[in-house]
Antibody
């Protein structure tokens, strides 16, 4: 069974940094693209960053470009999101999601399946 | 960036109804369109991928259609567990983007 378990969320002051982790199990981690998708309270979904299976290609939403860094350690089956210069508008539940297309490790032409349970990041101003 | 527009933003329906949600892309995305269901306080769940392929385990009352810029999600014979929020998402190009969501409420 595929499992994704996020950790690292919490309450943090604006301007500070935080690193989220997503521990994956139940599948060949390096063969799948991974993404971070966030949801602000009462709002819709936003994909903030994606990474290819090898880690060689990364993608960012304009809202986080230059502040967030996605990475992965395929030896540890773990996805990361390093967040810096945090703002109040970064407050959200952050989900990690696996690229659901088998035999394909790019984020585009793909879908998110499954998702982790999410970790809440609250940025206080 | 490709903008995804869903309509309506909310709708009221009864058990047994047929419900249709539309999603429009700001440019052609071929069939790279996915649909998700989200219930309160839960992570989203994949329903339909590549515009019309039903994810394993998803009831057959859910169906998707469309290509290019216009897509639909149809729920035939709405069930109590289907009251939720639905999102479309394009994977034609990065950044991957979602529609604003459609909440299906009890009439």
């Amino acid at each position: 069974e595929v499992q994704l378990l996020e950790s690292g969320g919490g309450l943090i002051q604006a301007g500070n940094s935080l690193r989220l982790s997503c521990a994956a199990s139940g599948f060949t981690f390096s063969s799948h693209a991974m993404s971070w998708v966030r949801q602000a309270p009462g709002k819709g979904l936003e994909c903030v960053s994606s990474i290819s299976g090898t880690g060689g290609s990364t993608y960012y939403a304009d809202s986080v470009k230059g502040r967030f860094t996605i990475s992965r350690d395929n030896s540890k089956n773990t996805l990361y999101l390093q967040m810096s210069s945090l703002r109040a508008e970064d407050t959200a539940v952050y989900y990690c999601a696996k690229g659901g297309r088998d035999g394909y490790n790019q984020p585009s032409s793909n879908w998110f399946d499954p998702w982790g349970q999410g970790t809440l990041v609250t940025v206080s101003s | 960036d490709i903008q995804m527009t869903q309509s309506p933003s909310s709708l009221s329906a009864s058990v047994g109804d047929r419900v249709t949600i539309t999603c429009r892309a700001s440019q052609s995305i071929s069939s790279y369109l996915n649909w998700y269901q989200q219930k309160p306080k839960k992570a989203p769940k994949l329903l339909i991928y590549a515009a019309s392929s039903l994810q394993t385990g998803v009831p057959s009352r859910f169906s998707g259609s469309g290509s290019g810029t216009d897509f639909t999600l149809t729920i035939s014979n709405l069930q109590p567990e289907d009251f939720a929020t639905y999102y479309c998402q394009q994977s034609y190009s990065t950044p991957l983007t979602f529609g604003g969501g459609t909440t299906v409420e009890v009439k």
